[in-house]
């Protein structure tokens, strides 16, 4: 059986509301998406509260809204993606932020396909790797921690 949730995590040494304001912007996250999936994401979207939907282009060109089921400001979002006007197949991306002290924030990210109900999205959901996750977390860091927000070379 495949575990149907992976997850990673990693001590980032960045302030928990800056680590945050790049999760909840859907602009930013092109940037530190370790999978590769995501190609834009018009600004002024930042999320706020459970029920909020924001949308995201992903490289096929194809629209996504992304469903938020979960949030504290600061600590905790996550989201259901679907295609536009579609309900959502099941899967979940999550954050989980726990400050470790000032400037220093233990960041997890967790992929959660266990509800997923269209098995042609299977063996896309089964290339989520802890890896690729904690790909997501340390380009997430790079920008944490640069000033302005872009990656140091």
């Not at 999760?23 to 018009?42: C, F, H, T, V």
């Not at 096929?60 to 197949?89: C, L, M, Y």
């Amino acid at each position: 059986m495949t575990t149907r949730i992976v997850s990673a995590h990693r001590d980032v040494e960045a302030a928990v509301g800056r680590i945050f304001d790049l999760i909840a912007d859907p602009s930013a996250q092109p940037r530190w998406d370790g999978n590769d999936n995501l190609s834009s994401a018009e600004h002024g979207q930042r999320v706020r509260a459970v029920g909020d939907v924001f949308t995201t282009t992903i490289t096929t060109g194809a629209q996504r809204e992304n469903h938020v089921v979960e949030f504290e400001e600061g600590r905790r979002i996550a989201w259901k993606p679907s295609e536009v006007g579609k309900d959502t197949p099941g899967h979940l991306w999550r954050w989980e932020l726990e400050p470790l002290g000032p400037g220093r924030t233990r960041v997890t990210h967790t992929f959660d396909w266990s509800g997923l109900t269209d098995e042609n999205r299977v063996v896309r959901a089964q290339a989520n790797t802890s890896e690729r996750l904690l790909a997501s977390i340390d380009r997430l860091a790079a920008l944490a921690v640069a000033p302005g927000g872009t990656p140091q070379t």
